[in-house]
């Protein structure tokens, strides 16, 4: 390297990771998604709606900072916010058995992470995991079949855990590209709807969710 800078020539040196950045992202979803009514002891799995097929697209922004120590070790931190366009109806069911009178749409129509990252860096690319803190707000609504009137509903945002695993490309000294696949399940929370006339509770139920996700994105690197 001393002989290459006294002959002037350009010096090659590794990408390093650390600093803050900011990037946009976008995406595909993938859900199974179960709302029970849970009236009795052991009726979640006897009586509610099965979603799945809940899919669609999502798009927004994340941020955070990483660290490069010696060895290639990379640490970090990381946020992320996402409009989400996620749906699907279906029937409701009463042991097994279809109920003709009655359907559901479920909507999920924001999802966000905060998260701890770890990588590896290979110069230009870093292969990384993540886990964290994963967030959705949804909207579910019943519905009389086979007018489609809704007679009930309920909008909710739940928290659970997140755990990824992707790459990222240093297309230069500023811009970095990624591409990754997250997982997140966010258990079992109490879904309580409201009729849509008068406003009164119905029946308890609750929501059972995991989403699984690829997403692309490109950020600026400060």
Known sequence: MASAADAGLPVSTAYNWSGGYIGAQAGYGWDDARVGQTFTPDS??????????????????????????????????????????????????????????????????????????????????????????AMAHYKHSTVFLPSGDVYADVEDTIAGYALGAGAEYAVSDNWVVRGEY????????????????????????????????????IAYKF
Request: charged residues 20%; hydrophobic residues 40%; aromatic residues 14%.
């Open 182 to 217: 997250r997982f997140a399940d966010f258990g079992r929370h109490i879904s309580i709807r409201h009729s849509t006339f008068d406003g009164a509770a119905v029946n308890p139920d609750a929501i059972e969710l995991k989403t699984h996700d690829i997403r692309l994105g």
């Open 44 to 133: 979640f799995g006897g009586y509610g709606w099965g979603y799945g097929s809940l899919s669609g697209g999502f798009g927004g922004l994340y941020a955070g900072y990483m660290k490069q120590f010696d060895g290639g070790l990379v640490l970090g931190v990381e946020g992320d916010y996402n409009f989400a366009s996620l749906k699907d109806t279906t029937g409701y069911q009463a042991l097994g058995v279809d109920d003709p009178g009655f359907g559901g749409v479920l909507e999920l129509n924001s999802i966000g992470s905060a998260r701890l990252r770890a990588g590896y860096a290979m110069d230009r690319w870093l292969p990384f995991v993540t886990a964290g803190v």
